[in-house]
């Protein structure tokens, strides 16, 4: 059963890099042919899907965050993280990592974290 948890810090001054971490647990994010997806939830509205990283390192990202976004990956540890640059209180939300399938369901989902940024 794979599992995945985000870490990170829950407050974030703006204009500063928020950072986050995915730690994955029965399954290796070097599978074909997952997806390792970063998502965010603004309040009060929908989903936001703000990128991934592929099973074999491969990137993509949502247009309107992507000057803003980075995900990575470190297979060692079976992690992926999500950096986001610049941020302003606009980017409080509750941030989600998921796996996404070749069947493009998110079939797994981390618990979410919830990040404010405030100065």
């Known amino acids: 059963q794979v599992q995945l948890q985000e870490s990170g810090p829950g407050l974030v001054k703006p204009s500063q890099t928020l950072s986050l971490t995915c730690t994955v647990s029965g399954a290796s994010i070097t599978t074909d042919f997952y997806y390792w997806c970063w998502i965010r939830q603004l309040p009060g509205k929908g989903l936001e899907w703000m990128g991934a990283i592929t099973y074999s390192g491969s990137t993509y990202y949502n247009p309107s965050l992507k000057s803003r976004t980075s995900i990575s990956r470190n297979t060692s540890k079976n992690q992926f993280t999500l950096q986001l640059s610049s941020v302003t209180p606009e980017d409080t939300a509750v941030y989600y990592c998921?796996?996404?399938?070749?069947?493009?369901?998110?079939?797994?989902w981390g618990q979410g974290t919830q990040v404010t940024v405030s100065s």
């Open positions: 998921a796996r996404e399938g070749s069947d493009y369901r998110f079939g797994a």
